[in-house]
């Protein structure tokens, strides 16, 4: 089993910029699909970005397209998503989930371990 740690969440005004760090321990993830999952309060967890543990390609999400990033340190065992030009409909509890799999895909229930969530607030 995976244990992740998100950071890195905040308060920001609308058009800033906050960069969100996820750790893992417990085994080496470098070959894993790792992924960005978000929920506001009274909606379903969706998918925002994500990496393919094999080659380092990336996906996101069409809301988040040319204003997120995500990236991965394996020698760190960590992920990163840059949030650039947030919005206050941004604004949600951020999660960091990986796969034992190299395929990213967007469902939640391809994911086997799950941080706790790093609270992102996005104010007008």
């Known amino acids: 089993q995976v244990q992740l740690v998100e950071s890195g969440g905040g308060l920001v005004q609308a058009g800033g910029s906050l960069r969100l760090s996820c750790v893992a321990s417990g085994r080496t993830i470098s070959r894993d699909a790792m992924a960005w999952f978000r929920q506001a309060p009274g909606k379903e967890r969706e998918f925002v970005a994500g990496?393919?543990?094999?080659?380092?390609?990336?996906s996101y999400a069409d809301f988040v397209k040319g204003r997120f990033a995500a990236s991965r340190d394996n020698a760190k065992n960590a992920m990163y998503l840059e949030m650039n030009s947030l919005k206050p409909e941004d604004t949600a509890v951020y999660y960091c989930?990986?796969?034992?799999?190299?395929?990213?895909?967007?469902?939640?229930?391809?994911?086997?371990?799950w941080g706790q969530g790093t609270q992102v607030t996005v104010s007008s």
């Open positions: 989930a990986v796969r034992s799999g190299t395929i990213l895909v967007t469902f939640t229930q391809a994911y086997e371990d």
């Open positions: 990496i393919h543990g094999s080659g380092g390609m990336t």
